[in-house]
């Protein structure tokens, strides 16, 4: 295919994924999808091929997509589909490892055949259960599972399901508003493949498919060619509430000539906790940092992932058996991404940051109820720093590489009762290198006793939080991150209770995020920019001369 003719189908591909990404922000009823972008688009061909992706997608969604295609076309082939039906699924097992993730689809007709479908997922507000509680021992705990299985068929609703999904939910409103916006997505990703493929009059997108994946495949495979070659072992451990004992995650990264195995044997067995992180979405963040490293330009499709193959012990912390509990997999997950970069800045210093605090991603929900007794639940995140990189200091309270947004304040304040004191960066929070870790930051918030909640009823902070025992680590001599703290009153929680708070109307919680760690040595570090981080805050005068010898 003429190189020209490619490079006007591959940009408009991309251009149909942020179409629907737009359509979800414009028509989707709640925070999760308006303010937090916790969602992806994506176009497969007819093979489950993933041919494009939004930019705009969470990292566990994205990276999740090609396996799901997969999936979705081995259980309903293109023969066997209609025009008007559309597919939806969240089981953990075949998308991407949480329940509140559902994942619709949606064939496109080109000549009286399938040529593709489009994909695009959401977090919902709610899908049942316990509320996202970090309690929880199993997934029949953390609400509807939804085989892959059909949301309309031949243009007509499955009124069934849809019923059993109103009736189970806590916010209907929201979670059937989404779900319709997500309908809406799915068709205007499908009348993109059909313009695409009527406007350079193509039979199908096969031929457009094949050149696309190659190419990116070629160039995942260079960048690979580029890394040291031999097997490299680490293990890093894994915080679960409720106990003293970490987990573990062990990783053998074996980097051939084109090609990088990544083998997970030694790793800890799933526990009883929703920390457990199917092997779908462990993929996702084993693929992440090698694409970053190997090949950060091209945009990610099917080729990015031919040339990795991953390994992984069932009934794992990383590849968990039904019906494990994993409501919050990022929990291990996300450090499934950190062991990656930890054996590539041995190996590629000059091209990989320091531990980031923002691995794992904190998130929460608060939960309680309205004075009629009505239900409310706050959803939200906090992001620790990112690690120091070379040639620049790591971003402070970022979200690397889970690619989400904060709630902001605003939308917090009007939603639910909870108000928030203080959201602010943590000075000296980031370890001290030639380049800066990022800084954590702290969320101080309260339920006010005139708040219209019942005065004596409990509220519920609940979710996952992660490095309140083991700091983010440094890189070519670069200096720790600060760990996570989490306290009631100013009473710190120690970090192996359960990981579920109770706190009263008037309480005043707060949540001290970690900071990332230092890249290269603090001596190093240029005079100008201790200067500026003094003017900014970011660090104390007591640590300026402390970590770096500077005296104001």
């Known amino acids: 295919m003429a190189r020209l ?58 990276g999740v997509m090609p396996m799901v295609g997969k999936e979705l076309v081995r259980k309903f082939p293109p023969e066997s589909v209609r ?12 998308c991407n490892g949480q329940t509140a993730d559902i994942f619709i ?33 199993e997934v029949f705990e953390e609400g509807l599972i939804i085989p892959l299985m059909r949301l309309h068929r031949a243009g007509e609703p499955n009124e069934d399901l849809l019923a059993i999904l109103t009736r189970n939910v806590r916010f209907s409103e929201k979670v059937m508003g989404d779900i319709r916006a997500q309908v809406a997505a799915g068709w205007v990703g499908t009348e993109a493949l059909v313009r695409i493929a009527r406007d350079h009059g193509l039979d199908d997108l096969r031929g457009v498919a094949d050149e696309i994946i190659a190419r990116s495949e070629q160039s995942m495979r260079a960048g690979i060619r580029r890394l040291p070659k031999g097997t490299f072992v680490k293990s890093m ?33 799933q526990v009883r906790r929703p920390v457990n992180s199917p092997m779908n979405y462990t993929r996702a963040y084993v693929a992440v940092p090698l694409k970053m490293i190997c090949d950060p330009e091209l945009p990610n499709n099917e080729g990015t992932y031919r040339p990795l193959e991953i390994r992984a012990p069932a009934g794992t912390l990383i590849n968990p058996t039904y019906p494990a509990a994993c409501f919050w997999r990022l929990a ?48 939200q995140h906090a992001f620790g720093g990112m690690g120091g990189r070379p040639g620049a200091d790591g971003l402070g309270a970022i979200s690397f590489p889970y690619n989400v947004r904060n709630v902001s304040v605003e939308w917090s304040e009007t939603e639910t009762p909870v108000l928030f004191l203080r959201r602010e960066l943590i000075t000296d929070s980031g370890g001290a290198g030639r380049w800066r870790g990022g800084l954590g930051e702290e969320l101080v918030m309260t339920v006010e006793k005139t708040a219209a909640v019942p005065p004596s009823a409990t509220l519920t902070l609940s979710g996952s939080a992660g490095r309140t025992r083991f700091a983010a680590q440094g890189v070519a001599g670069g200096s720790a ?16 209770s359960a990981p579920e708070l109770q706190f009263m109307p008037g309480d005043v919680v707060a949540l001290r995020t970690p900071g990332g760690a230092g890249h290269g040595k603090a001596p190093q570090r240029a005079i100008e920019a201790i200067e500026a981080d003094l003017e900014n805050g970011y660090i104390s005068p007591a640590a300026a001369e402390r970590d770096f010898g500077h005296r104001s």
Do not use: C
């Open 5 to 62: 003719y490619l490079d006007v189908i591959w940009p408009r591909l991309i251009a149909a994924a942020d179409e629907m990404a737009t359509t979800l922000f414009r028509t989707a009823f709640s925070h999760d999808v308006v303010e937090v972008h916790d969602m992806s688009t994506g176009l497969y061909d007819d093979r489950g091929n993933l041919l494009g992706q939004t930019w705009l997608g969470a990292t566990g969604h994205v």
């Open 105 to 137: 689809f949606t064939p496109a007709f080109h000549r009286d055949r399938v040529i593709g479908f489009s994909v695009n997922s959401v977090h919902h507000v709610d899908i049942g259960g316990r509320k996202g509680s970090g309690l929880s021992e």
């Open 83 to 94: 025009p008007g039906d559309i597919f939806i699924s969240n089981d953990p097992w075949v």
């Open 332 to 379: 291990s997950g996300q450090l499934v991404s950190e062991l990656v970069f930890r054996i590539l800045s041995d190996i590629a210093p000059d091209r990989v940051p320091a531990d980031s605090g923002s691995m794992p991603t904190w998130q929460f929900y608060v939960n309680g109820s309205w004075r009629d007794g009505e239900g409310w639940a706050l959803h």
């Open 237 to 269: 451990p894994v915080e679960i509430g409720g106990t003293d004992e970490p987990g573990k995650i062990q990783l053998a990264l074996t980097i051939a000539d084109d090609s990088i195995t990544a083998d997970f044997a030694g790793t800890s067995p």
């Open 481 to 496: 991150g600060s760990l996570g703290w989490i306290g009631v009153n100013d009473t710190p929680i120690a970090p192996t």
